[in-house]
């Protein structure tokens, strides 16, 4: 019989080895600063005030029941799976995609080895680092920049199972692959007994963007693509953090083993459930961006001899520049003028780019006016 009360365990030893006490940097700690009047566009979020409008109406309404009590996810499931067309015994809500990545790396113990563009979404490299996976980097063409589906099977069918990473469209370059290329990746990939994992954060900007994805997604979902939808750009959802992933109930259900939906609030599922409910004033806004890009793609152009604009499909835009210099001194050109852009990291076969989130005109003007004024002051 156990004695009642419980006999205090021993006080541990001063200086006893602890399973808590290590040695870290704290790596991951967030560190994102922001100034006052700054505007983002390097995280490409969405930046449009009819979105914030919604939001802000939204938050008013909500009812408090939502934040005093447990979300109740069963509608907002249903509500995505119309949206995306998907399977609800498919669909996993996150508390962003980024929790939706590692996820996967860690449902999969036995894959340990990453196959992906490179360069790409930073967050591949962390949780490889974190789930102890291999980034197996396949370059664009040096001569183009542009990437092939083809060299990611390639690579894939010369090593053991792997993630296979596909960003449509890409989240530096903008580059949207054709669906028949994908479709064949997608062949590929079980055929290796691999997972086809589709990145689809910035679709909804580029037109046509579903149609394009094909069989990749729907119903019946195949079981070896897992697609990772984040909310944060297409709605303009990045604080509220939510994402889903899709896939077939097969897939899936490892990935519920790791209690994903637990860290997903009430606050965040409002929001999305009004954004789903208005899908047209997002089509607007996601057409108006396109419409935007290309304005902004080609004054950049006209303005800056050397700057070469990439044809993308994002709420973002690309240019080739010269050197990775080039892209770094215009970047601290902008951001001394409250404009956060990206250097995109170059590597020995990629050309060194620049990505700037897009937003509305005025600002694209803006930004278009300060580099103008940059290259004439550097050519003085
Ligand atoms: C390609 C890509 N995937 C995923 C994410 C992460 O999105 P979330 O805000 O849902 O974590 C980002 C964010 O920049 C991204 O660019």
Request: hydrophobic content about 40%; aromatic content about 6%.
């Amino acid at each position: 019989m156990s004695a009642y009360p419980p006999r205090e365990e021993e006080p541990a030893q001063a200086g006893a080895p602890s399973p808590f006490r290590v040695e870290s940097s704290g790596r991951y700690r967030s560190r994102r600063t922001r100034r006052p009047g700054e505007v983002n566009l390097k995280s490409s979020g969405l930046l449009d005030a009819r979105a914030a409008d919604l939001h802000r109406r939204t938050l008013a309404g909500l009812d408090p029941l939502e934040v005093l009590t447990y979300p109740v996810l069963r509608d907002v499931y249903a509500e995505i799976a119309d949206h995306l067309d998907a399977d609800p015994d498919g669909l996993v809500l996150t508390a962003g995609s980024d929790p939706g990545l590692g996820l996967l790396v860690r449902a999969f113990p036995r894959a340990r080895r990453i196959v992906l563009h490179h360069p790409n979404y930073e967050g591949w490299q962390k949780f490889a680092r974190i789930a102890g996976c291999r980034l197996d980097q396949v370059p664009p063409d040096p001569g183009t920049g542009r990437f092939s589906l083809a060299d990611l099977a390639a690579r894939l069918r010369g090593g053991p199972p792997a993630f296979v990473v596909v960003t449509q469209p890409h989240s530096f370059t903008g580059q949207v692959h054709a669906r028949a290329e994908l479709e064949s990746l997608a062949r590929a990939v079980a055929d290796h007994g691999s997972l086809l994992v589709l990145d689809t954060a910035y679709l909804a900007f580029t037109e046509g963007g579903e149609k394009e994805i094909g069989t990749l997604t729907g119903r019946p979902h195949p079981p070896h693509v897992v697609r990772v939808n984040t909310f944060s750009k297409c709605f303009g959802l990045s604080g509220a953090r939510i994402a889903v992933l899709s896939s077939h109930p097969d897939t899936v259900r490892p990935l519920l083993d790791l209690d994903p939906e637990g860290p997903v609030s009430g606050t965040a599922v409002a929001l999305l459930r009004a954004c789903l409910r208005e899908q047209p004033l997002f089509e607007e806004i996601w057409a108006g961006v396109r419409e935007v890009r290309e304005h902004f793609s080609r004054g950049v152009e006209e303005a800056l001899p050397g700057w070469r604009a990439l044809p993308g499909g994002g709420n973002f835009a690309t240019w080739q520049v010269a050197s990775p210099r080039e892209a770094a001194d215009a970047a601290a050109h902008l951001h001394a003028h409250g404009y956060v852009v990206r250097a995109v990291p170059s590597t020995p076969d990629s050309p060194a780019a620049v990505r700037i989130g897009v937003t509305d005109r005025s600002t694209a003007d803006r930004v278009t006016d300060l580099l103008l004024r940059r290259e004439q002051a550097v050519a003085r």
